[in-house]
């Protein structure tokens, strides 16, 4: 599994178990849009940088954390790698 | 007294002072903020809007939102903010129910609020800014106006302090929002309130947070304003980020700050408030929902010098009691601190359910009447009636709100007595969010239930019976009520049944949905 593919599988195993609770994992997709449509809020957020923090043990700055790059799991698994 | 006299006086006692800031550093003086004001009212007169008319304003929070508020104020009209967050369907809805006579919106929403708009029947004048920020938008759009043929200077309309002032929309139990009417004296008599109380000097530097469609933007908006102080703006992106916003608070020097209680919780767990000098806070004034005291005593502990107080009261009053949170909140202490008195501007009386007076200490509901109170809903004389309660002594307006007073004789909020509950400080009707969900074309039953989380916040439980027995996805749910609803209202949790319990009388059982897992 590449590092990517490793990263992907967290984050959607925490959006699934944290923000929709009894979807199907087969509708997450990779680039399904989470915050800019509304499936998520800025709570949601939060929680997400702070999951993020601490699983893969970096900092996210304040400015990164918008929605625009946290808004599919490629885009998460994009920022996480670069800060590995 | 007009509210927008507000700016008039202090533009003549102090015009070179900074009214409105932005975090992106540009600022508006006094005597700038009048003049561009007053070029948009000549505009929005040249367009035809008169005294009593109704103005929507679509704009991002920016100086430009502020100058075409006191523009509309100055023709003698309402304006109607509507929230640039929430989806084409609401606001459109919002600019029909009050008939707007003109739209001032910024460009990235224009095309779907006229569509939207057009698809309800009505066709208002519209000024479409290229972009917001320190008012220079607003001042393009006028200069290109005026190219295109000259607007009159109109004068400024000394308001009547009946005339309505602004329109606020909130969440509506039938599915639609609500237009609360607040007139200049409404307003007046509050920010007067709010002026003794908190004794705004020209060195104050408020922050605003909530949004203009909020009613604690009046707060924000006419009492530093009143008082020749500055007011930073805080846009709606940056109001949701808890680093941004303490690193902007320690930046922009804020002296009186204000906003929802979720957002001190979220700063305080967050914001790294330990990194920042925030030192320059004098106040902090809450609103909206209960503080957990959780949350509030790890805030006092950041910043110690601040006096806090909790501000209560709903959009129909705006504040009408208040409370100062004591210098040292008692270790044991585990319950919220109470809303306090009631306002010395407005009188009030705790009912029974024939709305006679309940012996003091005895729960029953809160009721208010005085200058600060709406007289009623745009346009909705049954939901009006309803609001009040007419008595003897006179007509007062229900809150909704279960309270008891406590025996040193401040308030306790209780509960509430129908289905309205706030989200972050936001009121959401959950009957609003069911009528939603049953315009899904697979929905056949919809009952929403709202549950305290373990972050003492709310989680609002969407409970589904579907047209073929099916599960619908989560992802695609989400989406559908984020086209017709704010974020606010989405529902976090989604659970499917064959049926839904019902009451022996048939009706959908809330109680025992609460108890559901």
């Known amino acids: 599994m590449s590092e990517t593919q490793e990263i992907q599988g967290k984050v959607k195993a925490f959006v699934l178990r944290e923000f929709l609770d009894g979807e199907d994992p087969a509708a997450l997709g990779p680039e399904t849009r989470l915050f800019t449509t509304g499936i998520l809020d800025s709570i949601a957020t939060l929680k997400l940088v702070a999951f993020l923090e601490k699983e893969f043990d970096i900092t996210i700055e304040a400015h990164e954390a918008d929605a625009q790059n946290l808004d599919t ?8 790698a670069s800060k590995r | 007294m007009g509210l927008h006299d507000v700016l008039i006086r202090s533009a003549a006692r102090t015009p070179d002072r900074v009214a409105v800031r932005e975090p992106s550093g540009r600022a508006i003086t006094y005597r700038a903020l009048e003049a561009l004001s007053d070029r948009l009212r000549d505009r929005l007169v040249a367009l035809g809007v008169r005294r009593g008319d109704r103005v929507a304003i679509h704009v991002p929070k920016s100086i430009d939102a502020v100058a075409a508020i006191f523009a509309v104020l100055e023709c003698g009209a309402a304006y109607v903010p509507l929230d640039p967050t929430a ?19 910024e460009a990235g929403a224009r ?44 004068a400024t309309v000394d308001a009547a302090p009946d005339d309505l002032a602004y329109i606020l929309y909130t969440s509506g139990s039938t599915g639609k929002p609500k237009g609360v009417m607040l007139s200049h004296r ?3 008599s509050f920010v007067d309130w709010c002026s003794r109380t908190f004794a705004p000097v020209e060195s104050d530097v408020f ?28 846009p709606e992106d940056t109001g949701k980020e808890p680093l941004a916003l303490a690193e902007l608070i320690a930046r922009e020097r804020i002296t009186v700050w204000y906003s929802t209680p979720s957002i001190l919780s979220l700063l305080v767990q967050y914001g790294r ?84 007076d309940v012996p003091a200490g005895q729960e029953g509901q809160l009721c208010i009447r005085g200058p600060g109170v709406t007289r009623g809903y745009w346009n ?86 579907t047209r073929d027995g099916q599960r619908l996805s989560i992802i695609e749910l989400k989406t559908f009520c984020a086209s017709l609803l704010p974020k606010y209202m989405i529902p976090d949790a989604f659970r499917f049944h064959p049926e839904l319990p019902k009451t022996s009388t048939d009706k959908t059982d809330y109680q025992r949905l609460l108890q559901m897992e």
């Not at chain 2, 209560?312 to 009408?320: D, F, M, Q, S, W």
Request: proline residues 6%.
């Open chain 2, 186 to 188: 409404n307003a007046t």
């Open chain 2, 380 to 465: 909705l004389a049954e939901q009006t009636a309803r609001a009040f309660l007419e008595r003897r002594d006179g007509r007062w307006y229900r809150t909704g709100d279960l309270v008891l007073e406590e025996p040193g004789g401040d308030l306790r909020f209780v509960g509430r007595n129908d289905r309205m509950v706030k989200k972050r400080g936001f009121r959401v009707e959950l009957g609003e969010i069911e009528a939603g969900l049953y315009r899904h074309p697979a929905v056949r039953e919809a009952a929403v239930v709202a549950l305290p989380d373990r972050g003492d916040g709310l989680v609002v439980r969407a409970h589904l019976v």
């Open chain 2, 207 to 234: 922050s605003s947070h909530a949004p203009f469609h909020f009613d604690l933007s009046i707060l924000d908006l006419y009492t530093p304003l009143a008082h020749g102080a500055t007011l930073v703006l805080i």
């Open chain 2, 87 to 105: 989806p084409a369907t609401r606001n459109g809805f919002i600019a029909a129910d009050c008939s707007v006579r003109v739209l001032i919106v």
């Open chain 2, 273 to 356: 408030l330990e990194a920042r000098d925030c030192a320059s806070i004098r106040a902090v004034l809450f609103a909206g929902e209960v503080f957990p005291i959780v949350h509030l005593r790890a805030l006092k502990a950041a910043w110690p010098a601040p006096r806090y107080y909790n501000l209560y009261g709903p959009t129909e009053t705006n504040v009408c009691t208040w409370f100062e949170v004591p210098a040292t909140i008692p270790p044991g202490r585990v319950e919220p601190f109470p809303i306090g008195r009631v306002c010395s501007h407005l009188e009030g009386v705790v009912v029974d359910e024939r709305g006679d």
């Open chain 1, 73 to 80: 799991l490629v885009d998460i698994a994009r920022l996480v």
């Open chain 2, 111 to 154: 095309t779907a609020m006229l569509a939207e708009m057009e698809r309800l029947g009505i066709t208002p004048a519209v000024i479409t800014l290229e972009g917001t920020g320190g008012g220079d938008a607003l001042g393009a759009t006028l200069e290109r106006l005026q190219a295109e043929g000259a607007a009159p200077a109109a």
